[in-house]
């Protein structure tokens, strides 16, 4: 299995240098061939254009930045993901980047460049743009599940309590991911966590800590 990322370590941009050198080598060791700091340019399939289909028993054909190419039965896409908002257009809630709300999940509508709080409205989980004041009042978007099923569940009581009285979502922020056998579990905003403060492994595990800077 071959890996095509840009950054020169995995994850280097969500759980920092140390850590995503340290996973690096984790799939270097389980013969994964990592292909970092490098970018697809153009890809083919056997449905291309005929000039460009790939022979028989290659399914897909993708050039590299660096002039390699890289030839597979099969690639997996993994870009991230946009907010299905379109269907809220013309509503007049600030959907730039998902829902914006509040602190406390209610809609945000935007009216001539002001700003004014929506009651009937909350947005919960990957979609919502939300100030999570644990850390800053910045608005932003988290991808992850235990947030999503916690925020769905603040944003029904701030339906039921309105804009008034509603307490603000401030969840800490964790995430795992479990790869060949290493469980990383990190409690941080993602690209915020400090240098790793201690470190040990077991004969079948690796174990990472990092101090949660928040
Ligand atoms: C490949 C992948 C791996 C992941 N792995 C992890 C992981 O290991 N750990 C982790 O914490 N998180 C992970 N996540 C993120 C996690 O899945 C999401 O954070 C979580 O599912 C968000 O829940 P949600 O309810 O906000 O959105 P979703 O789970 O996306 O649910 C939204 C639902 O709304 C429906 N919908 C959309 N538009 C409309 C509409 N107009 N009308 C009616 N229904 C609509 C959709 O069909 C969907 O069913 C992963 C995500 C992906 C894609």
Do not use: Y
């Not at 701030?158 to 922020?173: D, H, K, R, V, W």
């Amino acid at each position: 299995m071959s890996l095509i990322g840009r950054g020169d370590a995995l994850m280097g941009s969500a759980i920092g240098a140390k850590v995503g050198a340290l996973m690096t080598r984790v799939h270097e060791r389980n013969h994964v061939d990592l292909l970092l700091g490098r970018n697809p340019v153009r890809w083919t399939t056997a449905d291309s254009p005929a000039t460009e289909r790939t022979p028989s028993g290659v399914g897909v054909r993708i050039w590299l930045d660096d002039g390699g190419r890289i030839d597979a039965d099969a690639a997996v896409v993994a870009v991230g993901a946009l907010p299905a908002v379109r269907w809220l257009l013309g509503s007049g809630l600030d959907i730039s980047d998902g829902v914006l709300t509040t602190a406390s999940c209610h809609g945000v509508v935007n009216e001539g460049g002001g700003l004014s709080v929506v009651p009937s409205v909350v947005a919960a989980g990957d979609v919502a743009r939300w100030p999570n004041l644990l850390i800053d009042s910045t608005p932003r978007r988290v991808e992850h599940w235990i947030t999503a099923s916690e925020h769905g569940q603040s944003a029904a009581d701030s339906l039921l309590l309105g804009p008034g009285q509603a307490p603000p979502f401030t969840p800490l922020p964790r995430f795992w991911t479990e790869q060949f056998g290493v469980r990383l579990q990190g409690v941080v905003r993602a690209g915020r966590a400090g240098r790793p403060w201690r470190r040990w492994r077991r004969p079948t595990a690796g174990r990472v800590c990092r101090r949660a800077s928040a």
